[in-house]
Structure formats: C-alpha cells, structure tokens
C-alpha cells in the first residue's frame, strides 16, 4: 500500500470511528495522548512550557490542541488552523419511542441542513453519549451500536407513482421517524432502547438520566472509481479537514517562535453560536492564557493576535457534470485538482485579498496546486467558522477546503489525491 493509500485508509477509519462528534473528540484526543500531548483542564490553574504540547476540550465535543511557541510571551503570535467536528444528521428526541400501526419507532429531530432523501432506506444505527446517575454527580458515557438497528423505509413507488417527476418530499415531522421494531403481545415494549442501552452500558435503565444520540449509516466509508480516485463516506465535511489540520499539527517538526494552535468546533452545522461553538469564547480564552506569563499579559495578547493568521478549513464545492449550470464556469473546482480557496464578497467566506495571496503562496512552497471558489451570482453562498472566527478575534482570515460532491448527504463523495496535498500545505504552515 502506497504512502498516500495508507493515509487515506486511516482518514476513512477515523471518520468510521467517529459517527458523533464526542467520537471524534475522543478519536482525537487518543492520538494526541499518544503523540505525548498533555491534557489541560479550563477549571484548573495551567503552567504552562515553551515548545511544549497541549490540548483541551469543551463538552466533550469541541477541541483545541497546540504546540506553545518558543516566543510566546513575546506576542509571537499564532498559526491557527480551525475547523468543525459536527456533520448533519438525524437526533433522536428526549422522550423518542412511540408505537403506531403495529411498530416501534423513534422521534427525531433534524440537526443542521440534512439533505434529507438520502437518509432513507440506509442500514442506520445509533450513536452519541449517555448520561448516568453517577455516585456523586452525573457521568457522562460514550456509547454506539454497530449493528443496523433502524430504517426510514421509502414509500413504494406503487403508492407514490409521480416521485419520479415531482421528487420525494419528506415532511419532517411525520415522514422521517425510523422504524426501530414491531410491537405485540411479546414483542418489544416502549422501554426496549433504555435496556438495550444499559445492556450495553453495564448499567440499570433507571441509572439513564439523558441520552444524546444520532443516527448514523453503518456502511463503512471506501475509495472507488475506475482507478480507486475517489472517497465515498459520510461526514467528509468536516472530519476530512479535522483529520488534516491534526496530522498537520502532530507531524510539524523544529521550535517556532510561534504558537501552533488547531481548533475544532461542535455547532458549525446550525450557526455556531454555543458554549463549544466557534461563536463562543473558547479560542479566545485559551489564547489569552498562553501569553498570560509575559511581563504586560493584556498588551501582549492583544499584540499576539494582531501578528496572528488563521486557515478555516472546510469542504468545498467541486463542480458537478450533470449540473455545471450551478457553478460560475470561471470558478469550478474539480476532485483532485487540490485545495480550493473560497471568497465571497458578501463575507460568507473570511477570505481578503492578502490572506489568499498568502495561502496561495504558501501552496506553491509547498507544491500544491490551488483552485478557487466564488458561488455564482444569482445564488446564495454557504458559510463557514471563517467569518465568525475572524469577527470574534480580529485575526486575518482564509477560507480552504477540498473539493468535494453531495455535500451533507449521508454519504458524501471526495478525490482520494486532494487529502495529502491539504495536509502538506498546512504542513507547511506549522513549519517553523
Ligand atoms: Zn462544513
């Protein structure tokens, strides 16, 4: 297997392994155990070390991790890399189990922009964390099933003759609950899921006080196409980008005078505003105590983030051949043509002039082709962690990502050649 194989194969285990983001968080956090990153705590005092290794995380589903730099207390700076941990996805409501017309089904909520359809007859499961009466206080459980549990079964053709034409309109309410089991005299009770779940938790039910817990699609993730050139896989956006900005960082290697921060952020997918979101005070905090040891902390830090850059890091759209009229035809990224560069006036994208001129540049240090993105003009334009970030730190700002298809549906489509050339340009952004 190829370098760039083996890469890809851990990118898609990783994505596997984290069906929520308390997954991926915790994914993240084993391998920067491993790579020797202390982990620090927002409750407790910090003493901290020059060109040493941290990280933290907020509700479990937000984290940041960084490599102090050799100057920090000296308004170095930081070379910030940020993305989201959140994908779209279907939430199973508090109270979710219900029988009707002879089955158990399970309520749920839509989290972020889901393309909807593409949730229907897939081998679902669920996953997320659960919370338990503990001794003193509650504790708090990862918890996934691996095994097909669910289905939101699509209408049969026969009754529903003109989905072809019209296309299949899902009311949310009413049309998306999955169906968990039947019900009957000895058959499942309205109680079924807590006993499965303190089965598998080794718990008694009445020890569940909350659970959070999402659908997701048990097919693993895999390359494809004629010549293995593509990535198919839920959550792409944006555990692809987590997963770069990561290996980025563990991989950088000689002392900077700068400190290497990345950031990721739960909330991304419905508007970031949250205790762990990228709207929120996290970054912010965090960077404040890093330089809270030099000799006039407020002007340094101030100081600090003023020489300070930050790289959002979030899919993109490549162009689609049975749609090219969506794209502007002088603005169309193409899978495996590398990174894209994402602007818009209108500041849905933190891009500017200097911040693309640099990533720009950087790529060409680094030997990475570079493509760049602007929506056409008669359509609404996506959004980022860019813009908030940039607004809430003041800090110069490019917008990135790699090209990629079917953005949030359940299994989305990507080039397996853009995810190293990404991780070499940020790569090249941690080098000293
Ligand atoms: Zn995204």
């Not at 009770?189 to 303190?198: F, G, P």
């Not at 991780?423 to 952004?429: P, S």
Request: hydrophobic share 35%.
């Amino acid at each position: 297997m190829s370098k760039e194989q083996k890469n890809i194969q851990d990118l898609l285990s990783f994505i596997d392994r984290s069906p929520t983001p308390f997954h991926a968080v915790n994914e993240m956090k084993s391998h920067l155990t491993e790579q020797g990153y202390s982990e620090l705590k927002e409750s407790s005092a910090w003493e901290l070390s020059n060109n040493s290794k941290y990280y933290l995380t907020r509700n479990d589903s937000s984290l940041i991790a960084f490599i102090t730099g050799t100057k920090t207390q000296d308004a170095s700076g930081f070379k910030i890399i940020g993305a989201h941990t959140d994908s779209p996805n279907l939430k199973l409501k508090p109270n979710p189990t219900y029988e009707k017309n002879g089955y158990l089904q399970l309520g749920v909520e839509v989290y972020g922009g889901v393309l909807l359809t593409t949730w229907t007859d897939r081998d679902l499961s669920l996953a997320g964390r659960v919370i338990l009466k503990g001794k003193k206080q509650p504790i708090s459980k990862l918890i996934r099933f691996d095994d097909p549990l669910l289905r939101i079964p699509q209408l049969a053709i026969h009754l529903n003759r003109d989905v072809n034409e019209k296309g299949l309109a899902l009311n949310k309410q009413n049309h998306l609950p999955p169906i968990f089991s039947l019900t009957g005299k000895k058959s499942p009770t309205k109680d079924l899921l807590e006993k499965m779940i303190a089965q598998k938790l080794k718990c008694k039910p009445a020890d569940i006080v909350n659970m959070e817990l999402s659908l997701y699609d048990t097919q693993p993730g895999s390359t494809g196409g004629a010549e293995g050139e593509f990535i198919y896989s839920g959550r792409l956006d944006n555990l692809a980008s987590c997963h770069a900005a990561l290996q980025a960082l563990t991989e950088s290697k000689g002392k900077d005078p700068m400190t290497r921060v990345v950031a990721f952020y739960d909330h991304e997918e419905v508007g970031s505003d949250s205790a762990q979101g990228a709207g929120s005070s996290f970054l912010k905090e965090v960077l404040e105590r890093l330089t809270l040891e030099s000799e006039n902390p407020r002007e340094t830090f101030f100081r600090s983030l003023a020489n300070s850059f930050f790289v959002s890091a979030d899919m993109a759209h490549a162009v689609h051949p049975n749609y090219p009229e969506k794209h502007d035809a002088n603005h169309m990224p193409i899978l495996n043509g590398g990174p894209v560069i994402k602007c818009n006036s209108n500041q849905r994208y933190a891009t500017e002039g200097i911040s693309s001129a640099w990533f720009e540049s950087l790529c060409k240090k680094a030997g990475v082709p570079v493509q760049k993105f602007v929506v056409r003009t008669d359509l609404g334009c996506g959004s980022t962690i860019g813009p908030i970030t940039a607004a809430n730190l003041g800090i110069r700002t490019v917008d990135v990502g790699n090209p990629m298809l079917s953005m949030h549906s359940i299994r989305e489509m990507a080039g397996t050649k853009d995810h190293a050339p990404l991780i070499k340009a940020f790569k090249e952004y941690f080098t000293a």
